[in-house]
């Protein structure tokens, strides 16, 4: 096939996993509450959460190096300039999807975010943080500089997994320590 017919299937297969996404959004953050009682169920489901994002990255990722390659971007003066800098992009991307994810969660567990807390969300989100936020880093700056293997891939997917134990290790030490 070639790499035009290759793009397009990757930008539908992008758009289609975008909406599946949504769907899954909705169905694990209503659902997140009741299965910190089951830690196995914990562990998977955050883990598969956490793949299918990463996942979804590295698909829109591939997609925007394939258009950037195909000359798609050539008008543009700084078309290029996410593939020829992997590690700034994939360093500033990282952040912003991390402070949006962290964002995203208070708002779910206290309705809104109250600017005094957000110094106190951060600390008991660092943890998790770091480690996500390698295994983002990892997969943008793989994907950009056109270097991202199967090993790779599964290392990974590893950390996302080890993530997820120490996520749910950290929740129930968190309600430990809240309910005392």
Not at 82 to 102: C, G
Not at 147 to 166: H, N, R, V, W
């Given at each position: 096939?070639?790499?035009?017919?290759?793009?397009?299937?990757?930008?539908?297969?992008?758009?289609?996993?975008?909406?599946?996404?949504?769907?899954?959004?909705?169905?694990?953050?209503?659902?997140?509450?009741?299965?910190?009682?089951?830690?196995l169920l914990a562990v998977l489901m955050l883990f598969v959460h956490n793949v299918l994002?990463?996942?979804?990255?590295?698909?829109?990722?591939?997609?925007?190096?394939?258009?950037?390659?195909?000359?798609?971007?050539?008008?543009?003066?700084?078309?290029?300039?996410?593939?020829?800098?992997?590690?700034?992009?994939?360093?500033?991307?990282?952040?912003?999807?991390?402070?949006?994810?962290?964002l995203r969660g208070a708002i779910l567990i206290y309705g809104r975010v109250y600017v005094?807390?957000?110094?106190?969300?951060?600390?008991?989100?660092?943890?998790?943080?770091?480690?996500e936020g390698y295994g983002i880093y990892l997969t943008l700056k793989k994907t950009l500089?056109?270097?991202?293997?199967?090993?790779?891939?599964?290392?990974?997917?590893?950390?996302?997994?080890?993530?997820?134990?120490?996520?749910?290790?950290?929740?129930?030490?968190?309600?430990?320590?809240?309910?005392?």
């Amino acid at each position: 096939m070639d790499s035009k017919k290759t793009t397009a299937l990757l930008g539908l297969a992008f758009l289609g996993f975008l909406a599946l996404s949504y769907y899954e959004n909705l169905f694990f953050f209503n659902i997140v509450g009741d299965i910190t009682r089951n830690q196995l169920l914990a562990v998977l489901m955050l883990f598969v959460h956490n793949v299918l994002v990463v996942s979804l990255i590295l698909l829109g990722m591939t997609f925007y190096v394939n258009l950037v390659l195909l000359d798609f971007f050539k008008r543009e003066k700084h078309g290029r300039i996410v593939i020829e800098h992997p590690k700034t992009f994939a360093i500033a991307f990282t952040i912003m999807i991390l402070f949006l994810s962290i964002l995203r969660g208070a708002i779910l567990i206290y309705g809104r975010v109250y600017v005094e807390d957000l110094p106190l969300i951060l600390l008991v989100s660092t943890p998790m943080g770091i480690i996500e936020g390698y295994g983002i880093y990892l997969t943008l700056k793989k994907t950009l500089s056109r270097t991202m293997t199967i090993k790779d891939l599964a290392y990974i997917y590893g950390i996302f997994f080890i993530a997820a134990i120490i996520e749910v290790g950290f929740i129930n030490l968190l309600l430990a320590v809240t309910a005392s």
